[in-house]
């Protein structure tokens, strides 16, 4: 995070800050499920949010649940879980299921097994999946794969890949993937209207599916997809597209079916503190940078904009990449102060795991926002808290990227990170 911290900023401990993420609390359908004023968790297509139940919509049930940072969400039954509170040390015990078989004498053996042995189980031999790589450069992308074998460990798969080749390119490439890198292939979407503006997609590129933004509808069948794990934006046909979907509880869920976030808050533009300046030289027009927007006197979320040309009184218009016009029709496009805006940072990819304290920025609700890593958890994802909102939040690891601050016209790494 930043070198300096806000006066008012609370005083806090990343370790006690929250327990570990809870697992989903099983409920059969026809128990009287979560009531009004109880706190529970909700998933947003980046994570799982606390929040409090407003009101319980029956046939068929439905929540509207305000989560923290101000925002209700009308959520399914499938889509809420409860808030579990245990130590850190029995985390192991509660997410570890134990498989129950027979011997041949008919005796009842119960065998303890990793989460991560059951999901490798999961994808036997000639199973049809898709991969995805953690890889400097690949963040963000999926690709087709039929799993071949196993390894004696419980967490690796030999898969060999549909559309990827070894360096001769004579044959396809066959190598061991983590198995929380692995999932079903998602069912076939026919979208016959045209994607929206802002719609999660994925792109096929470079042989494989990216996860992206649509950032302009264009005449023609033609789309422009913005990736926030690279800062690019590219053009696609229609039909080189397909809904995002997401594996929630075990059901796959497009994100054009999701319920939208309603009543979110307009966040203000803050200026940036005494070290932080632009200091920006050299042409202009068309230079990749980022707002700075706030709450409550914190600097908290960075959106991507490009500059059009330079304005008056110090000021500059620009168009950004991930906010709208209130008719949802075009980008965003205003003047801006400098003090507002910085030159997008050099894109960092990290390979290896992020450990706590780390300082990150979290793509959240179409921006980068500023926290720092609480727990490392499962399958690449983590907790991160967010100072500006006091809130914690679930991300992958393909959705973060080291925090980096400019200063005196330089990149520096934040202080936390051990990059």
């Known amino acids: 995070?930043?070198?300096?911290?806000?006066?008012?900023?609370?005083?806090?401990?990343?370790?006690?800050?929250i327990n570990t993420p809870s697992p989903l609390k099983k409920r059969k359908m026809e128990d009287e499920g979560f009531c009004v004023g109880q706190t529970v968790e909700v998933y947003d297509g980046c994570g799982w949010r606390k929040g409090e139940v407003l009101e319980v919509v029956d046939d068929p049930r439905r929540y509207k649940v305000m989560v923290l940072g101000g925002c209700c969400m009308v959520v399914d039954d499938w889509e809420v879980r409860g808030v579990?509170?245990?130590?850190?040390d029995d985390v192991q015990q509660i997410n570890t299921p134990k498989l129950v078989l027979k011997s041949k004498e008919g005796t009842k053996l119960r065998i303890k097994c990793t989460p991560r042995a059951v999901k490798a189980a999961a994808f036997q031999t000639g199973t049809r999946v898709e991969v995805r790589s953690n890889e400097e450069g690949y963040h963000g992308s999926w690709f087709a794969a039929t799993v071949v074998g196993s390894e004696e460990k419980d967490d690796k798969l030999l898969v060999q890949y549909e559309t990827l080749k070894t360096e001769d390119e004579t044959q396809a490439l066959t190598e061991m993937a983590d198995v929380s890198n692995i999932r079903p292939r998602p069912p076939i979407i026919n979208r016959l209207e045209r994607f929206k503006m802002f719609e999660k997609v994925?792109?096929?590129?470079?042989?494989?599916?990216?996860?992206?933004?649509?950032?302009?509808?264009?005449?023609?069948?033609?789309?422009?997809?913005?990736?926030?794990?690279?800062?690019e934006e590219i053009e696609f046909q229609h039909s080189m597209l397909r809904p995002h979907q997401d594996m929630i509880n075990g059901k796959w869920v497009a994100s054009f079916l999701r319920p939208k976030l309603s009543d979110e808050p307009r966040l203000e533009k803050v200026e940036l503190r005494t070290g932080e300046g632009s200091l920006?030289?050299?042409?202009?027009?068309?230079?990749r940078v980022e707002i700075a927007h706030g709450k409550e006197g914190y600097l908290s979320t960075?959106?991507?904009?490009?500059?059009i040309r330079p304005a008056h009184n110090g000021k500059y218009l620009v168009e950004y990449r991930t906010l709208k016009t209130n008719d949802g029709c075009d980008l965003l496009i205003e003047q801006v102060d400098t003090v507002c805006l910085r030159p997008a940072p050099p894109v960092i990819q990290r390979?290896?795991?992020?450990?706590?304290?780390?300082?990150?920025?979290?793509w959240d609700v179409n921006g980068w926002r500023i926290g720092q890593i609480c727990t490392t958890m499962k399958e690449s994802k983590y907790a991160v808290y967010?100072?500006?909102?006091?809130?914690v939040t679930e991300f992958h690891h393909a959705d973060l990227r080291p925090h980096q601050d400019f200063i005196n016209g330089a990149w520096v790494p934040a202080?936390?990170?051990m990059r």
């Open 1 to 17: 995070m930043s070198t300096t911290t806000p006066t008012n900023s609370p005083a806090w401990s990343p370790a006690s800050l």
């Open 84 to 88: 579990i509170d245990w130590k850190q």
């Open 202 to 231: 994925n792109a096929w590129y470079n042989d494989g599916w990216w996860v992206g933004l649509v950032s302009k509808v264009l005449n023609g069948l033609k789309y422009v997809v913005y990736f926030w794990t690279t800062n």
């Open 280 to 287: 920006m030289v050299g042409p202009l027009r068309g230079l």
């Open 302 to 307: 960075w959106y991507p904009a490009v500059i």
């Open 351 to 362: 390979v290896r795991q992020f450990q706590q304290n780390d300082g990150v920025d979290a």
């Open 386 to 391: 967010f100072v500006a909102t006091d809130t």
């Open 415 to 417: 202080v936390t990170d």
